[in-house]
């Protein structure tokens, strides 16, 4: 499956909030911007410090931090946190694009999406539940960067093809100024054995996170790729957010830490699963939270299940135990 950043490194993301008091969902929609332009705080609306810059702005009940840098004199640079954009150019590559989605809109078909940098931190207004779901897709600057390579990065798979590529962003959890826990999600991922399932990811992807017990009230995004150099990594490091909401949809709640493990992921026909308690029920749900097959009674702590008639795609193994504990965890249908 084709999926789902020294370049700078770009990413989109739309995120959801929980379902016991329900919370603003980030939109963006409420972010005045005329047609094909985006806001990076060049407008010097921020507190001013030594040459900086700093603000921020509010969509639902998430804040999100900029910084503008004047330090050099006009006109100055965006020099972190988030940038909100409704740019649609999928086409032109380098730096001076870096506003836009490779999407080439916002999720759902949206207006406004947000860009973000690495080491961005997103602060939440009403922590009211464990829960956090979002979307992401790659800039058009970071998608094309890898597709092609540039002064700067590789193209992804080198000249064969083979070359074990990829690029990712951790997504870090906080609470009360704790550390809570952390996912993992590849923007772009070459290491496949076969090379037609390698991606870059173009399209939206919802994230899900299930931190079981502790409200988040901040997160943290981190990129990473393996394409690397003397000053850091090469491949572009921003990326594009929208929809950031603390509900879940129903029945799905993407528990990172679980018990059990499965192979083969991508998968095309059979998923083999291995579970450390008796394994009572398994159900496959699509990314919306629906389900779409179900395998009760296993009553066993190993099973296969037969996933060959689902669209390729992204799902997830949501498996009930003997104890009633739920894990879920996500595969790709190829």
């Given at each position: 499956?084709?999926?789902?950043?020294?370049?700078?490194?770009?990413?989109?993301?739309?995120?959801?909030?929980?379902q016991t008091v329900k919370a603003q969902v980030a939109d963006f929609e409420n972010l005045t911007l005329p047609a094909e332009s985006y806001w990076d705080g060049s407008d010097l609306s921020g507190t001013h410090n030594s040459g900086v810059f700093s603000s921020e702005f509010q969509s639902g009940d998430f804040i999100f931090p900029n910084e503008y840098d004047t330090t050099w004199g006009a006109p100055g640079y965006w020099l972190g946190g988030f940038a909100?954009?409704?740019?649609?150019?999928?086409?032109?590559?380098?730096?001076?694009?870096?506003?836009?989605?490779?999407?080439?809109a916002g999720a759902n078909n949206s207006s406004n999406y947000i860009v973000s940098q690495n080491g961005s931190s997103i602060k939440i207004l009403n922590p009211i539940d464990n829960t956090f779901q979002f979307q992401i897709t790659n800039s058009t600057y970071a998608y094309n960067s890898?597709?092609?390579?540039?002064?700067?990065?590789?193209?992804?798979?080198?000249?064969?093809?083979?070359?074990?590529?990829?690029?990712?962003?951790?997504?870090?959890f906080y609470g009360n100024n704790i550390y809570i826990d952390s996912l993992d999600h590849y923007l772009a991922d070459y290491r496949f054995t076969n090379n037609s399932q390698d991606y870059i990811q173009s399209n939206w992807e919802t994230v899900a996170f299930y931190a079981n017990g502790t409200p988040i009230d901040s997160v943290y995004f981190e990129l990473s790729s393996s394409d690397v150099g003397a000053w850091g990594i090469n491949t572009p490091t921003f990326f594009c957010l929208d929809n950031i909401d603390l509900n879940f949809p129903v029945g799905l709640k993407e528990i990172f830490k679980n018990n059990f493990s499965f192979y083969p992921n991508p998968a095309s026909s059979n998923l083999n699963i291995k579970n450390e308690t008796v394994i009572n029920t398994?159900?496959?749900?699509?990314?919306?939270?629906?389900?779409?097959?179900?395998?009760?009674?296993i009553n066993n702590r190993i099973t296969s299940i037969d996933v060959s008639e689902l669209n390729a795609g992204i799902y997830f193994i949501q498996l009930t135990d003997e104890k009633g504990l739920i894990s879920t965890q996500k595969f790709v249908k190829q």
């Open positions: 499956m084709k999926k789902i950043i020294k370049l700078a490194t770009f990413v989109c993301l739309g995120l959801i909030a929980s909100y954009s409704n740019m649609t150019d999928t086409v032109t590559s380098g730096a001076g694009n870096k506003f836009s989605a490779k999407a080439g890898m597709r092609d390579g540039d002064m700067f990065a590789k193209k992804f798979g080198g000249v064969t093809g083979n070359d074990p590529d990829w690029f990712k962003i951790t997504i870090k398994i159900s496959i749900l699509d990314i919306n939270g629906r389900v779409v097959l179900n395998n009760p009674a």
